[in-house]
């Protein structure tokens, strides 16, 4: 069966200080991976996603960025967190490459930028 | 640009009742999935529709998809506290490697 992992599951972090959340998944090959940051009770904001290693869209322009150093591992980095950054950020995959299949997700991390 | 939006935002009601949540957008879409997720954890998968018109019941849970597959709705008959959370709905588009998600409607099933 599949998994998918996140860590850290909280963090607090000062502003400007850099940020590295990793995200891996477990039981399947070359999935498309998603990075959403979510506000409080709300919907999802796709951040960032990746069909393959190395391949990174972005979806809205920010102070994050995203790498997939192996097939099943996606980053999700800053070099300078701001406040705005505080969040709740989920990662996600799905089973067929390219296509817009169900997602499946990971448990979140709760950032909190003081 | 937010392709779906969901109505209301905010749900109170009391254990017994009815509710709909409803899911609306000018696109088109190949198909539509529901999810439920709650504080601190991801969304988990309800269902998937993908054919216009088609009805999905899952339990006291019953899903629409309309017939232009613009749209969608969730029924829950008699809620129950174990209901309560946010409920995101989420639409694909052929072609798009990506899910278009909700805004969400927050649920509280009050005892």
């Given at each position: 069966?599949?998994?998918i992992?996140?860590w850290?599951?909280?963090?607090v972090?000062?502003?400007?200080s850099?940020?590295?959340?990793?995200?891996?998944v477990e039981?399947?090959?070359?999935?498309?991976?998603?990075?959403?940051?979510q506000?409080?009770?709300?919907g999802?904001?796709l951040l960032?996603y990746?069909?393959g290693?190395?391949?990174?869209?972005?979806?809205v322009p920010?102070?994050l960025?995203?790498?997939?150093?192996?097939d099943?591992?996606?980053?999700?980095s800053?070099k300078?967190?701001?406040?705005?950054?505080?969040?709740?950020?989920?990662?996600?995959?799905?089973?067929?490459?390219?296509?817009?299949?169900t997602?499946?997700f990971?448990p979140?991390?709760?950032?909190?930028?003081? | 640009?937010q392709?779906?939006?969901?109505?209301?935002?905010?749900?109170?009601?009391?254990?017994g009742?009815?509710?709909?949540?409803?899911c609306n957008s000018?696109s088109?879409?190949?198909?539509?999935?529901?999810?439920r997720?709650?504080?601190?954890?991801?969304?988990v998968?309800?269902?998937?529709?993908?054919?216009?018109g088609?009805?999905?019941?899952l339990?006291?849970?019953?899903?629409?998809?309309g017939?232009?597959?613009?749209d969608?709705?969730?029924h829950i008959?008699?809620?129950?506290?174990?209901?309560?959370?946010?409920?995101?709905c989420?639409g694909?588009?052929?072609?798009?490697n990506?899910?278009?998600?909700?805004?969400?409607?927050?649920?509280?099933?009050?005892?």
């Amino acid at each position: 069966s599949q998994t998918i992992h996140q860590w850290p599951a909280t963090l607090v972090q000062p502003v400007g200080s850099p940020l590295s959340l990793e995200c891996t998944v477990e039981g399947t090959s070359n999935p498309n991976l998603y990075w959403y940051r979510q506000a409080a009770g709300r919907g999802l904001q796709l951040l960032f996603y990746s069909v393959g290693i190395g391949q990174i869209s972005s979806e809205v322009p920010q102070n994050l960025s995203a790498s997939r150093p192996q097939d099943r591992q996606f980053i999700l980095s800053s070099k300078k967190l701001l406040l705005s950054d505080s969040g709740f950020y989920l990662c996600a995959w799905n089973r067929l490459a390219g296509f817009a299949d169900t997602q499946y997700f990971g448990p979140g991390t709760r950032l909190t930028v003081l | 640009t937010q392709l779906l939006e969901q109505s209301p935002q905010f749900l109170s009601i009391q254990e017994g009742e009815n509710l709909t949540v409803y899911c609306n957008s000018s696109s088109v879409f190949s198909s539509l999935q529901w999810y439920r997720q709650e504080p601190g954890e991801g969304p988990v998968l309800l269902v998937t529709v993908v054919t216009g018109g088609e009805v999905k019941k899952l339990k006291r849970l019953t899903f629409q998809f309309g017939d232009a597959r613009k749209d969608s709705s969730l029924h829950i008959t008699a809620a129950q506290p174990g209901d309560t959370g946010l409920y995101l709905c989420a639409g694909a588009q052929t072609g798009a490697n990506n899910l278009f998600f909700g805004t969400g409607t927050r649920l509280t099933v009050i005892p």
